[in-house]
């Protein structure tokens, strides 16, 4: 059963930072593209990090270019998500998604609050 599970949400203070996990399991983690989405209220949702196979390449969206890195651990079965500088703007529902080839799988989500 293949199973995408996100935590480390939370409430964050403008400025402040959050680091995003997720762990997967029932398929080869290792062979697959790994990519954080958001989706905000009455917004679609959008492409946020994403890292190919081994992480050698990552790619960002220009919103969070700088504030946030993602990174996995392929012994670990893990793909993270860390955000510095965290904005109001960022307040959104977080999916990990795990893609290969025609195959892709979603996580429930975790929520990140941006909120003085």
């Known amino acids: 059963q293949v199973q995408l599970v996100e935590s480390g949400g939370g409430l964050v203070q403008p400025g402040g930072s959050l680091r995003l996990s997720c762990v997967a399991s029932?398929?080869?983690?290792?062979?697959?593209?790994m990519s954080w989405h958001r989706q905000a209220p009455g917004k679609e949702r959008e492409l946020v990090a994403s890292i190919v196979t081994y992480g050698g390449s990552t790619n960002y969206a220009d919103s969070v270019k700088g504030r946030f890195t993602i990174s996995r651990d392929n012994a670990k079965n893990t793909v993270y998500l860390q955000m510095n500088s965290l904005k109001p703007e960022d307040t959104a529902v977080y999916y990990c998604?795990?893609?290969?080839?025609?195959?892709?799988?979603w996580g429930q989500g975790t929520q990140v609050t941006v909120s003085s």
């Open positions: 998604n795990a893609r290969r080839l025609a195959t892709m799988h």
């Open positions: 029932g398929f080869t983690f290792s062979t697959y593209t």
